[in-house]
């Protein structure tokens, strides 16, 4: 054993060690080494003894050899079982997080190293006054032209909680997010919007990583600011790319109406070695609007891949999904099936790159209005009438982000190419996207972050034409005091219609106090 409690007395040809009697110090290869063991034994806490056998020069005495044979196998297991140890832990340490940088169509892993018998939550309040312009309700007039609010002050409170616990195998985040909303001019638009978020990650064996998670709730603005930056909720741990729980949650919404949602789904990812995984899971979801003529849906969805980490910086790998929409309130279903080859880099210690690649095939079930035969006509008194129609669509979808870590910023870019379920008007649509983000703190007592975002959608069964929409927004925040912040955001949407030349414009603008107090800890025993 190494580093024995008692410090036995040392022998052999040193002066004061029981042989020497007090002689004085040898020269030569032995001079140092009786120097070197001088320091030790006069070095406060230091334990140089190996096992019951000395370590020393040899003496002519007849446990000498023993000694050294025991010295050598020692030393050969102490250094053995160091590698051994090394070789076992690195597969888990591969575990924990995969390898390489992320890709656009898995976040990694969590990191399930240590326990915590604290549920370690994350309180957060914001008291805003805010105005906001163009704000359109779900009716029209008598001229037919949809009603809109104009501007309108209004008063905000924003309560957030984050949390999570981490056990030796085991990691539970969670995340809430809620708004509390009064418009002075048009109390029709007053109300809540609230979104929960829960994902769990539990280590099953030293390759196998099992995840479940769930997301719900409820809004009336929902697009871009005013609450709709909720929608992203930020639990668990996919720093990048997409939680797939969340890809199914109803985005660009045209009227500012109340939408409900839940989804859930899990996956299971197994590490085959340290540069192969491999990942399949599935989701459910569905989208319920208060106004009636708005489109509702269920669905649900199932996805795989395979990544290869190909050296230390780079990852290719290949996924596949099926996706499943089938709507309320209206006929028609949509099935889709996607794949795509995925690559990313890190290109130097602060840039990371990440391309996807591939096609999709999708099948379309919809109601078609159709000229019925003049003696079919001249039997039911109308010319038209409505039927099934089944079509077969292929196209391709592509995506492309970029992020760049600087000490105290971060800055992201992304382009997008995909299906979409819709937004109750627009149903199954491709759609493209771009966007950007960049956030800053560290100046002092200030914070800063800024983001846009551009979008188009073309539906795939219904003569819409397209949809483009634009958002912008900002915020900032100066710390006060260690839990009390000054904050203020701002945003801008529009959005467009083709074939129709109106364009709309709404703004948002807030100012107010933000208290951030210490985390809480909870115990779960």
Not at 240 to 263: E, K, W
Not at 346 to 373: C, F, K, M, P, S
Request: a positive charge.
């Amino acid at each position: 054993m190494i580093g024995s409690a008692q410090r036995r007395p040392a022998t052999g040809p040193c002066p004061g060690d029981g042989r020497g009697g007090g002689a004085p110090h040898p020269a030569g290869r032995l001079a140092g080494w009786c120097r070197a063991r001088a320091e030790l034994d006069t070095a406060p806490g230091r334990r140089h003894t190996l096992g019951y056998c000395r370590r020393g020069p040899p003496v002519d005495n007849g446990s000498s050899r023993r000694c050294g044979f025991r010295r050598v196998r020692e030393e050969i297991l102490r250094h053995g079982l160091f590698w051994v140890a090394l070789v076992a832990v690195a597969p888990l340490a591969a575990q924990d997080s995969y390898g390489g940088p992320s890709v656009l169509s898995r976040g990694p892993v969590g990191n399930l190293s240590g326990s915590s018998d604290l549920l370690v939550l994350q309180p957060s309040l914001q008291l805003l006054g805010s105005y906001e312009s163009g704000l359109f309700l779900p009716s029209v007039d008598s001229l037919g032209r949809q009603v809109g609010s104009g501007g309108s002050f209004g008063a905000t409170a924003a309560v957030g909680v984050n949390g999570y616990h981490r056990w030796k195998r085991t990691i539970l985040g969670l995340n809430y997010s809620g708004n509390f909303r009064h418009y002075t001019r048009n109390p029709y638009l007053d109300g809540i919007d609230q979104m929960v978020g829960l994902n769990l990650q539990h280590q099953t064996s030293a390759r196998t990583t099992v995840g479940v998670s769930g997301a719900g709730g409820t809004y009336s603005r929902g697009y871009g600011f005013g609450g709709g930056e909720g929608l992203a909720l930020n639990y668990g741990d996919y720093s990048q790319g997409v939680d797939p729980t969340l890809a199914s949650v109803p985005r660009f919404d045209i009227l500012d109406t109340r939408t409900y949602y839940a989804a859930g789904g899990a996956d299971l990812i197994h590490q085959k070695s340290a540069r192969l995984s491999f990942r399949a899971g599935g989701t459910a979801f569905a989208v319920r609007r208060r106004a009636k003529g708005l489109v509702e849906m269920n669905g649900y969805s199932a996805r795989g891949d395979v990544m290869y980490r190909v050296s230390r910086r780079s990852t290719l790998g290949i996924d596949y999904s099926f996706n499943a929409y089938r709507f309320v309130r209206g006929f028609g279903s949509s099935d889709i099936h996607m794949a795509a080859l995925n690559y990313s880099v890190q290109i130097d210690r602060n840039w990371t790159l990440a391309l996807r690649g591939g096609g999709y095939r999708l099948e379309n079930l919809r109601a078609v209005r159709v000229t019925l035969d003049p003696a079919v006509a001249a039997i039911l008194g109308q010319t038209g009438g409505v039927e099934a129609f089944y079509g077969i669509n292929y196209g391709a979808i592509y995506g492309a982000g970029l992020s760049r870590n600087f000490r105290r910023a971060g800055l992201t870019f992304r382009f997008d190419r995909g299906i979409m379920p819709g937004n109750g008007i627009f149903l199954t649509s491709r759609q493209d996207s771009v966007s950007g983000g960049f956030g800053y703190r560290g100046w002092r007592r200030w914070s800063l972050s800024v983001n846009a975002d551009y979008s188009r959608m073309v539906t795939t069964f219904q003569d819409f034409g397209a949809y483009q929409s634009y958002t912008a927004g900002a915020s900032t925040a100066y710390r006060m005091s260690r839990y009390l912040h000054l904050v203020a955001h701002s945003g801008w949407r529009s959005y467009q219609l083709q074939g129709n030349s109106e364009r709309r414009d709404s703004y948002f603008a807030s100012i107010g106090l933000g208290f951030t107090p210490r985390d809480l800890p909870l115990s779960l025993r």
